[in-house]
């Protein structure tokens, strides 16, 4: 079974073919990066615009890559939400057109899945249940992945993404867009404890996140003149670090019976917190799983692999399925907290 990948839910258009037994026939990423570096942030309508641009191209790319026509594709799989509207109804109305015009089955898949599976690409042994921590542009939570469609929510964050939070401290560093690598190599020069910063939450009895109080302890860190830009960088990165995993081991010294401790998302891209992640897991006795850098940041290999899974538990979708701009993986917790959170 040959899956068709499309992405287009924030600033990166991409598409990629992936087998459903895990193989990447080809896959290719066009970012906007350079159009919204100006405006220091994703602006909606340029990205819209730049998706219907560069996404039937991208899709005739990878084909030729393979050397495959879209008849020998078995199954379309396109990110529904969430995300950007205007980019994720390119995406999804481009993937029903496939379809329809092709004969072949139509999977919508939340990006988020997308990301949450995407470990499971990277590494085929990984079976559920596993504890995922997911930290990307737009959230920072633990799920229980139990299986495609089947998640529960653990913890999420009451303000800011961990991303965001890497976002918004490039920004008040004057180190550009996007900010999360930037944030990370600065801080390679730098002294992690130069700078006291808070651990917002951590050692509290409850679950979530918070990242907006250590913002705004960055704020005042850089306007007081007394650190370097790389100390600031490094402290900044290690309270995130603390966070992360005072929150993620409190969760596994509860779950004893997860088969991994696994991180997704852009922010998993950072080698000091996959490095800090993997002593937690080691801790706990329990393996550690992170994709590759490319798949821990949007592509389109996880949105076929996610409608891959999706396919073989019988989860196909018909061309009526709406695009949302907002989508829970676990709408019951999502509920329960209320409206935000
Ligand atoms: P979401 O997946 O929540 O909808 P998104 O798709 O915009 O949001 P991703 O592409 O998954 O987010 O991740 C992008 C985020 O990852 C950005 O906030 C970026 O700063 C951050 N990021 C990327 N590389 C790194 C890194 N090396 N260190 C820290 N953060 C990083
Ligand atoms: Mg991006
Ligand atoms: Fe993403």
């Known amino acids: 079974t040959i899956i068709l990948g499309l992405e287009s839910s924030c600033d990166e258009t991409a598409a990629a073919l992936v087998t459903a037994d895990g193989r990447i026939l080809a896959h290719r990423l066009a970012t906007q990066e350079e159009a919204h ?20 191209p991208l899709v005739e790319a990878v084909l030729a890559d393979a050397d495959m026509t879209l008849d020998q594709v078995d199954v379309i799989a396109a990110t529904a939400g969430p995300g950007l509207i205007g980019g994720v109804m390119v995406g ?9 015009a092709a004969g072949k089955p139509l999977v919508a898949v939340n990006h988020l899945e997308g990301h949450a599976l995407s470990p499971r690409l990277a590494d085929p042994s990984l079976q559920f249940p596993y504890l995922l921590l997911l930290v990307s542009g737009g959230h920072c939570q633990l799920l229980l992945v139990r299986g495609p469609g089947d998640y529960a929510r653990l913890a999420t964050t009451i303000d800011d993404a961990s991303g965001e939070a890497f976002d918004k401290t490039a920004k008040l560093l004057g180190l550009g867009y996007p900010g999360g690598p930037a944030v990370e190599k600065a801080a390679a020069g730098g002294d992690p404890s130069a700078v006291p910063l808070p651990r917002p939450l951590v050692g509290t009895a409850e679950p979530h996140f918070s990242f907006a109080g250590l913002k705004s302890a960055v704020m005042r860190a850089a306007q007081s003149g007394r650190y370097s830009t790389e100390d600031i960088a490094a402290s900044f990165q290690q309270a995130v670090i603390d966070c992360l995993v005072d929150r993620t081991g409190r969760q596994l010294a509860s779950h004893g019976h997860v088969t991994a401790l696994v991180v997704a998302g852009g922010v998993a891209a950072n080698q000091s917190i996959r490095a800090a992640l993997e002593s937690l897991a080691s801790q706990h006795g329990l393996p550690f799983v992170a994709p590759p850098l490319w798949l821990c940041t949007d592509n389109a290999a996880m949105i076929a692999w996610a409608g891959a899974e999706r396919y073989a538990a019988g989860l196909v979708d018909d061309l009526t399925v709406p695009a949302r701009p907002r989508w829970p993986l ?7 907290r209320g409206a935000g959170v």
């Open 92 to 100: 999804l109305v481009t993937g029903k057109a496939l379809a329809h």
């Open 37 to 56: 570096r100006p405006y220091g942030g994703v602006v909606p309508e340029i990205a819209a615009r730049a998706h219907v641009e560069a996404l039937s």
């Open 330 to 336: 676990d709408p019951a917790a999502e509920k329960a």
